[in-house]
Structures are given as structure tokens and as C-alpha cells.
């Protein structure tokens, strides 16, 4: 059977039964999606619920614990069969079946943790489905790529992915990138030609392929293969599925993590040893009495909850960013944003309105000034008019794909906006484009392309070829040879030099230029001309001053940054002076004579000589995404962590090289949003400063975790440390080695008193002044800053406090359950306290501790279970609490609060920043 490469278009229609006019029709969409399937490639499947559950056991802490279960099952059965000790026997099985209990409340928060963050980042991905333009039923329809089948009429135009294999039927200048199935960078022109014999895929000029990337043009394919069947979908079942690598932040604790594990083990050998050579011997008898100590050293020296709340707060991160229109494509880019310091944008549309409209334009010598604001078609032009189409007004109109439609009693616009600008005009001076083409027919496009900055189209008209050409004046200029004045072309260098500083002059008045040129060509060189030729030797006809006012909020949201030591950069293709007045009216630069690099400037700088530029220069005009790449680069250079914007296809590899790179979500091409890190969903410039303050935000609450956490684990390993080396003779009716802490103690305090106020900070707002600090070093640990100073001396103090409030019970004559319970409320209560103190960097006086309602809710949640397991009889028989007289509660809430409030209040006095 003859491939479809080797058909022709009209042979391939009439095999999938498919009218090019109409399309396929529901019932054959129906039927091909059920003979193909969807158009996706098959994903590596999620763990099944069950693996999720079972995960957690094998974690290295999950099976220290369960060889704890292990040991107190064989303790309980040697005291009950061997010893004759019930008691021992009774208290050694419930301590079993707690732990147990403890290990299946751990599996179950780290199920549901992880089940819900699958459902965040799922809903996420499909906040960033896309989609294609088909023809079905007779209408063009947008709908998602997912439900493309075989036999589908698909349209693609510039910018756009190529979603499934097609056979190109149509096609307008289509040049296609297929560098994921070629290896060539290069663009390849795509026609509708049937091609005989066996031809390799890179030569296959009339097939286009599922991944590719539309760089020019546009076309119209019958979809010839979909999901699986592609070229795509052969090369996925080739390649083996990768795992999703950590981020930066995950590295640095997962080896935290595992330094702490091998500290834990060092402290439960010698715990063990020392416990061994206290006893004097190596009996069932002996290592029973110091396995419980060394078991909860294991479990205290271990923040075992880190990994699962670090990925918690990021997808938490995440998902209020994306209600906030931010889109974040990877957790790791959440922590990125945090370290931005430069904010490379574009200009139209994301410090604009993107709303342009026409207020001044020259042609054949005149001037006219419109009124009129937006995208309703009416408005007075100053000046006279020819009663007759003027050929700047015919070719503003004609040059020009895009258009503005009534609808429910509202003008809105369709295409781009620069081109529905030059449409309002047409209409306002009654130049229509479907009149015009009563007479005129347009016969070939060229469309617009980055480097050229130009488009025209070549219409057959009543006497002959017209050539219309519509671009930057500049360029415009480059390759034109005269200008129409007073219906005469003047060849001269005056009128050149009166056309320039008329281009200036708009410019001055922060009006993008847009020029309008023409000639006459013969009918050979409009079918068959080459581009480069027809767009020379031009005749402008004029220039349109196109007013696209800045976003108020923009203004603000450029100080902001800069107060947070972020530079803000303009990237334009817009002439100088107008990149630089609107940058001057939102606060991008100070002075109206601020330094402008061009495009052409950069051209002639090497590397070096742009390096040693980059930084002080806030505006670029004039300017090609390879320039972009290169500003990028430098910038990275000097150790600046930079963000890009874009939104066209040409912008997708200076988004890649940027450290975060950013889509607009509604005007941005495919190809750009695949490139990017952060999708603008409302292609606005605040959503990125909101989307910086939430990196620095989630950062910072996972800074301030961390700390809590291992302000924790020092209190605790400390507490039990300084009982197993000073606590060597019997006090009162407590026995010498008894430890300071029950492992099922330690446990409770893990996994409810700490691990659930923790989780609540990351929910936590930004401090106030997050947004006038400095942008943080991505490779600065996170423990930095005195960090560790802090836990090292707030966690000794919190560990020495448990350890005295153990001994000073001893001493008042408490049993060892009533003193252990002392010591386990002053710890529990020690660390409440200083989960608000966590918050901040600075103090606990800093922050209004009523700003987080969920950490106040587990605080109350966490203080009020700890003490009533001290008061309920089960828990006094699983866990070894005691009912403590009712003076005690008091005491061992308020006097625990002392250190945090004592430290915070001598550090808010004599700014001590090692506390």
C-alpha cells in the first residue's frame, strides 16, 4: 500500500471519507475514536493506591520502628513466659501495638499527602492542555488536542505545535521545525506535492509531524495518524520512562536528611554501649532495659516528616499560585522564582494594555490625527481624505489577516492587536477590507516573520499586480526607494530624512510606528517571485503612530521588584525612543535619557563587550530573539538569576536558557508555553511580581519549617542525651538509666505536637518586608545565615529545660511515669511556643501570631490532645502517662514559653543574630 507522502491530497481525502469544505462529521468523529483511541501518548502509570500506602514502610525510620515492634513483642513474651512479670509483660505489648498504631497513622498522612498532591499537580496539567483548530461540521472549532482524530481537517499557523501526523493539503509560506525527529534545527518548507518512491522522513515536504513546531506560515492537514501511531508515539515506546528529578531544595535535604541518619545511628550505638557497659552485662535483661532509650534517640534524632511536608508546601505553593493566573510546569521552579533577580520583559500586552489603536498617521504628505480609543470603529480623522481609498489606507487594510466583529453589542477584536489597530483605522476612514476585495483579490501571502519585520500580500487588481507591504519603518525604509508625497514618488535623500525624523517624532510621543509600502509587479513575480526580491525597491506610502497604553498596576508592580533589588529589563522590537518613553513612564528607568542598547548595537558586540554592558542597561530595542538569547546569557554570567518573558515561537530558545522562563498564557503561542516554567494565565505583569513574592513566600516557610523541625529533634536528642549521661543514681522512687522520654513520647510528639504545626506553616503569608529583601543565592544552603546557630541554641535550651523539668519531678517525688509525663508536656509545650517564634527570621514579636488560623487551629489541636493523653487511662497504659496534679498543667504550659520569649525579647533588643 502506496504511503500517504507517496499520494495525492485528493487520493487521501477520499480514503478517509473527509469533504475538505466540511470536515468530518460527529458521527465519523465518534467512529475514528473508537477505532483509534484518543490522541495522547500512553503515560507511565501512577502507583496503584495500595503501593502508595506501602511506601511509607520502607522508609529507613518506618523500619527502625518496626524493629522496635519486634523487640517489644519478644520483651513481652520473655517477661510473660520467662520472667513471670505480667506487668512488664502487659506494658511491653501495648507499647508494641502503639508503635504499630503510630506506624499505620504515618502511612496513612503520608497516603494522603501524596494522593492529594497527585490530584494538584493532575489539575494542574490540565490547567496547560492545548489545543488545535479543526473543521467539523462545517465550522471551524477549537478544541483540545486530546480529542483530535484520524481524518480531522487540522489549521496550524506560526507558533503553533503540529499535535498529530497529517498530510499538509494546504499550504501559505509553511515552513515546519522537526528537530525532535531529524536532529536538523533548520526550518523545512512544506508543500502538498505528491512525492514518488520511498523517501526518508526529513525529506517527506508534504507530511507534517506530531511535536514539530510551526515556525512560518500556516497550513491545512488531514490528520493522518494520531497518539500511538505517530512518529511521536514509535519513538516514545522506544524510550524508557526517567523519574522526575528532584529540585535543588530536595537534593540539599534529602542529604540533610541522611547525615542526620547516620547521627542517629552513631548516637543509638553509643547509647547502646553505654547502656551495656553500665549493666555490667550483655543479657536479654540488660538490653531490654536500654532498648528503650536508644529507641527513642532513634526516633527523636530523625525529622522524619521532611520529605513529605517539603513536597506538600510546594504543591501548595503551586496551586495558589495558579489561582493567583500563575501556572508553575515544576515544583522546582517554585523555588527558583525566590531567587529571581532579574526580570527580562516584553513589552506589548504584558507592560501594555495590549489594547492598540491608531491616534496620528502620515501618508502622501498629509497628517491626521484620530480620535477614538479602543476597538470601536468610530472617531473623527483630522485632515483631508481622498474620496477615493488612499493606497496607505488599501494597504493597511489588505496587509492584514486580523479583524473586529460586534458581538452582544461590544467590538471585539480578532488577530493581532497591531493589525486590528490598522483595521479600526480603515473602518473610521470607511476603508473596508471586504469592499476592497470586491475589486481586489489577494492571490499569495507572505506572512510575518522575526527577522524579516515585515508582511505582504499581493493582490490582482482591475490594472495589474500590487505588492503591499506593512513592517517596522526602519526596515521598511532599508529596502525602499522613494516616498509618496503629493501622489509623486521623491526619490531624495530630504524627503528619506523628513520621513525619519517624522518616524522620531511619533516615537518621542511613545507612539509605535508602523509604515505601509508598495510597488508594481509583474504577474510571473507575483506567483512565482522569491520573497527577499519582491520586498526591495518598495515606495512607502506612510507610517501609523499606534498608541498601546501602559498598565497602571504595572507602575507599582516595577517598584515593588526594585524595592525587592530586582532589576526589571524591557526587551522590544519597538523603536528606541518608544521603548525608552514607556519605559520612563512606568519606572523602568530614572531618566528620560537613559541608555537604549539596539538590536544593531548588539549585532556588532562580541561577547565580552556585551557582558560589560548588560548590567545598568534596563532597555533594549529594535531588538531579534537570538538577541534576547544573548542578553540572557550575559546577564547569567554575572551570577544573576534572570527570568524571561515571550510569547512567540521565536522566543521559545531564549525561554529555555533563562533560569525561569515565562508564557503568556492567553497570547502566547504553543511552542512558547512548552518552553516555559511559568504560564501568565491573564498574560499580566503583576502575576509575575505576585508569583515571585509566592517563590520567596513558599521558601521561606519551608526555611522556617525546617528550622522548627530541627529545633525539635536538638531538644529532644539533648533531653534524652543528658538523661542517659547525669542520670546514674536512683532519685526518689525512680531508678538510675530511666530514660528522660518514652520512645512512644518522642513518637507523639513527632508525628502530632510538631508535625502538625509544621505542615500549618505552609500555609503561612509572606512576612511583611518579604518583598525589600535581596533575591536569596540559589546555592545557599537553606541552614545558612546563622540558621544552625539558632536550632542548635533555642533546641539546647528547649532539650536542657526538658531535662531539668524531668529531674526537678524526680525530686518533688513523682514516679517515673509522673516525671517522664513532666518532661513530655514541657517538651510538647516548649516547642508550641516556639512554632510561632519559627515563623520569622527575626522574632516572635515580629508577626501577629493570630495571621495563621490553620497553625493556631493544630496548636490548640496539638497542646489539647497532649495533655488529655496524660489524663485518659488508655494512653497512661499504652504510652506510660501519668494523671499529673492540677497545679502542674499550668506550669509546665506558661514556664516553657520563657525561653522563647526571653530569647526573642534580647534579640529584638541587641539585634543578636546568632539567635
Known sequence: ?????????????????????????????????????????????????????????????VLVLLGAVLLSFLSSFYAFQVQGNPKHGQESLYEAIAILILIFINAILGFWQEISARKSLNALKEMNNRYSQVLRDGDWQKIPTVELVVGDILKVMMGDFVETDVRWIETDELQVIESHLTGEPDAIPKNTEALQGTVEIGDQANM?????????????????????????????????????????????????????????????????????????????????????????????????????????????????????????????????????????????????????????????????????????PTGKITGQLSPQPSIFLSGAVLCNEASVKEVDGKFKPFGNPTEVALNV?????????????????????????????????????????????????????RNSSGILVNDQIDNSDLAKQNFNQIVSDYAEQALRTLAVGYKEITQAAAETGNVSALETDLTIAGVAGIIDPPREEVKYSVKTLNDANIEVVMITGDHEKTARAIAYDLGIVKSKSARVIKGIDIETMTDEQLFQAVVGVNVYARVTPE????????????????????????????????????????????????????????????????????????????????????????????????????????????????????????????????????????????????????????????????????????????????????????????????????AFLTLVFGQLWHVFDARSSRTIFRRNPFGNPRLVMAVLFAGIASVLVTIIPFFNLVMGTAQLPTYIYPLVIIIPALPTLLLSGLKEIFNIKIW
Open 627 to 822: 538577541h534576547k538569547q544573548r542578553i540572557v546569557k550575559q546577564l547569567q554570567r554575572h551570577g544573576q538569576i534572570v527570568a524571561m518573558t515571550g510569547d512567540g515561537v521565536n522566543d521559545a530558545p531564549a525561554l529555555r536558557v533563562a533560569d525561569i522562563g515565562i508564557a503568556m498564557g492567553i497570547n502566547g503561542t504553543e511552542v512558547t508555553k512548552d518552553s516555559a516554567d511559568l504560564i501568565l494565565l491573564d498574560d499580566k505583569f503583576t502575576t509575575i511580581e505576585n508569583s515571585v513574592k509566592s517563590g520567596r513566600t513558599i521558601y521561606a516557610n519551608i526555611k522556617n519549617f525546617m528550622r522548627h523541625e530541627l529545633t525539635t529533634n536538638v531538644a529532644e536528642v539533648l533531653a534524652l542525651l543528658l538523661g542517659l549521661f547525669f542520670f546514674n543514681q536512683t532519685v526518689g522512687d525512680i531508678p538510675a538509666a530511666t530514660p528522660t522520654l518514652t520512645a512512644l513520647m518522642v513518637l507523639w510528639v513527632n508525628m502530632v505536637s510538631d508535625a502538625l504545626p509544621s505542615f500549618a506553616l505552609g500555609y503561612d503569608v509572606a512576612e511583611s518586608d518579604i518583598m525589600k529583601e535581596k533575591p536569596r543565592d540559589p546555592n545557599e544552603s537553606i541552614l545558612a545565615n546563622h540558621t544552625w546557630s539558632r536550632v542548635l541554641i533555642r533546641g539546647s535550651i528547649m532539650g536542657a529545660m526538658v531535662y531539668i523539668a524531668f529531674i526537678l519531678a524526680a525530686n518533688l517525688g513523682m514516679n517515673r511515669n509522673e516525671a517522664q509525663t513532666v
Open 425 to 477: 483605522l480603515g473602518q473610521k476612514a470607511n476603508v473596508i477590507k471586504d469592499e476592497l476585495l470586491q475589486t481586489n483579490r489577494i492571490v499569495r501571502t507572505l506572512p510575518f516573520t522575526s527577522s524579516r519585520k515585515m508582511m505582504s500580500v499581493i493582490v490582482k487588481t482591475a490594472t495589474g499586480y500590487l505588492l503591499y507591504t506593512k513592517g517596522a519603518p526602519d526596515v521598511l525604509l
Open 208 to 376: 507534517g509531524f506530531s511535536g514539530s513546531t510551526v515556525s512560518n506560515g500556516q497550513g491545512i492537514g488531514l490528520v493522518v495518524a494520531t497518539g500511538e501511531n505517530t512518529e511521536l508515539g514509535n519513538i516514545a515506546r522506544l524510550i524508557q520512562s526517567v523519574d522526575v528529578k528532584d529540585s535543588p531544595l530536595q537534593t540539599t535535604i534529602n542529604k540533610l536528611t541522611k547525615i542526620l541518619m547516620k547521627f542517629s545511628a552513631g548516637i543509638v550505638v553509643l547509647t547502646f554501649v553505654i547502656g551495656i557497659i553500665r549493666a555490667g552485662e550483655f543479657s536479654i535483661n540488660s538490653i531490654t532495659s536500654v532498648l528503650s532509650t536508644s529507641i527513642a534517640l532513634a526516633v527523636a534524632s530523625i525529622p522524619d516528616a521532611l520529605p513529605a511536608v517539603l513536597s506538600i508546601v510546594l504543591t501548595i505553593g503551586a496551586a495558589k499560585m495558579a489561582k493567583n493566573k500563575g501556572l508553575i510546569k515544576s515544583l522546582s521552579s517554585v523555588e527558583t522564582l525566590g531567587s529571581t533577580s532579574y526580570i527580562c520583559s516584553d513589552k506589548t500586552g504584558t507592560l501594555t494594555k495590549n489594547e492598540m489603536t491608531v491616534t496620528k498617521f502620515y501618508e502622501n504628505g498629509n497628517f491626521h490625527e484620530v480620535a477614538g480609543l479602543g476597538y470601536t
Open 1 to 61: 500500500m502506496a504511503k500517504f507522502y507517496q499520494q495525492t491530497k485528493d487520493v487521501i481525502l477520499k480514503q478517509f471519507s473527509v469533504d475538505q469544505k466540511t470536515g468530518l462529521s460527529s458521527s465519523q468523529v465518534q467512529q475514528a475514536r473508537e477505532q483509534y483511541g484518543e490522541n495522547k501518548l500512553s503515560e507511565k502509570k501512577a502507583d496503584p493506591y495500595w503501593k502508595v500506602f506501602l511506601k511509607s514502610f520502607k522508609e529507613p525510620i
